[in-house]
């Protein structure tokens, strides 16, 4: 379909060749861009909720959000569990890894795994490690990530 141009249909291609500059855009060029907020949504959002070391059918908590540390007799066999919360308003399956250190950085435990299932809104999941032995004494560390996986 042309272009009505005075008393006849003028093809743009044949514009663009008679006249000295084309008041028509090409459709190559861009007339218009947008960049920027579309919405927001909601975060998903997840908490290591608890960290527990069970040995000798004793369990002492470590609050992760506070520094203090529980003594652990030396040679002692220990389990480590994580509880991982789901914070958000969204079902989500965890991801976890961790990794403790001996005194010296060595490597004690590195554990990682995925949850089967999905974790509901306000609900926890129990994530629970190998068995390890506190084989020297000093500060042992513990390094967690906690990923949403879908």
């Known amino acids: 379909m042309g272009i ?5 249909p003028v093809e743009l ?3 663009e060749h008679t006249l000295p500059y084309s008041p028509f855009v090409s459709a190559e060029e861009v007339l218009d861009t947008y960049s920027g907020a579309l919405f927001s949504a909601g975060a998903y959002t997840g908490a290591i909720d608890d960290i527990m070391i069970e040995y000798d059918s004793v369990n002492p908590h470590v609050n992760p959000k506070s520094p203090i540390a529980p003594s652990i007799p030396p040679n002692k066999s220990v389990l480590i ?3 991982a919360k789901n914070t ?3 079902n ?3 991801g976890i890894a961790w990794t403790v250190k001996r005194p010296d ?3 004690a435990e590195s554990y990682s795994d995925v949850q089967s299932f ?3 809104p306000g609900s926890r999941h129990e994530f629970i490690g190998g068995r ?3 084989d020297m004494a000093g500060t042992w560390t513990m390094q967690i990530t906690l990923k949403r996986i879908y």
């Open 4 to 8: 009505a141009l005075y008393d006849r």
């Open 88 to 90: 958000s308003s969204v």
């Open 92 to 94: 989500y399956a965890f």
């Open 13 to 15: 291609e044949e514009l």
């Open 105 to 107: 950085g060595s490597i």
């Open 118 to 120: 999905t974790t509901s």
């Open 132 to 134: 390890f032995t506190v």
């Open 81 to 83: 569990h994580v509880w």
